[in-house]
């Protein structure tokens, strides 16, 4: 399969602290890759240096196009969409009009209605809370959101944070059961950065655990998570 991003030498500092230290990694088009580690290890901050939202340097290409420079909405233009830590749904405007907002790039009008309909069927609970409030739903229904949203953008690559966090194990197992569903049936490439390693190494294909803002350790996740030694030293199970 062909590369859909490829990472080289890859920097990230927030003012005069440098978070990541030339990480390599990439993914092939229509798989699912995590990144591991633990907390302050530069999992969020990878997510975000793809996003072009914090300095760096180094090369990041997306289908062979250059990232690194662009401004965040151009990332976005190159169909790139980010489920940011803390959902990042806007709480004031209904869910229907979430929805709406992750089209705001895209021309195809009636295939946009065909998408959101699409969402609906995925998330039945936002069709049932279509016109309410998004700070009025749940935890778990601030996640299917904000996944949704970021869906109807129709983006090559799917950018998410922590998925997981906060929410009850039937929620998370329903939300990565349809996670699945997505790449496998609409080929959507995705990069997850998770807490849970377990959740995502049962998910992905390949995995990337980060240490200190540096690759520690990389590969197949059936390999990964079958080695005594990584899952002890490294994931904590």
């Not at 229509?30 to 907390?39: E, P, Q, S, V, Y």
């Not at 197949?220 to 005594?228: F, G, L, S, Y």
């Amino acid at each position: 399969m062909p590369k859909l991003l490829e990472v080289t030498n890859l920097t990230a500092n927030y003012g005069s602290t440098q978070a990541l230290f030339g990480i390599n990694f990439s993914i092939e088009q229509g798989k699912i890759t995590t990144i591991l580690g633990a907390n302050g290890a530069g999992k969020t901050t990878t997510l975000r240096a793809l996003c072009q939202t914090v300095r760096t340097t180094g090369s990041i290409k997306i289908g062979g196009e250059e990232v690194v420079g662009r401004a965040t909405e151009s990332v976005v233009r190159m169909g790139v969409a980010h489920v940011p830590d803390g959902r990042g749904t806007f709480t004031g405007l209904s869910v229907e009009e979430n929805l709406k907002l992750g089209s705001f790039t895209r021309k195809d009008k009636a295939e946009v209605a065909l998408d959101m309909e699409r969402m609906y069927t995925r998330f039945p609970r936002l069709k049932e809370r279509r016109m309410q409030q998004a700070g009025t739903l749940s935890g778990g229904e601030q996640q299917m959101l904000a996944i949704s949203r970021a869906l109807m953008l129709r983006p090559k690559l799917l950018l998410l944070d922590e998925p997981s966090f906060g929410l009850a194990p039937l929620i998370v197992a329903e939300i990565f059961r349809i996670m699945r569903e997505i790449n496998k049936q609409d080929q959507v490439t995705m990069l997850l950065v998770e807490q849970n390693a377990s959740l995502a190494l049962d998910l992905a294909d390949e995995a990337y655990l980060l240490e200190t803002g540096r690759v520690a350790i990389s590969g197949p996740c059936e390999t990964i998570k079958n080695d005594e030694t990584v899952r002890r030293v490294y994931l904590g199970y």
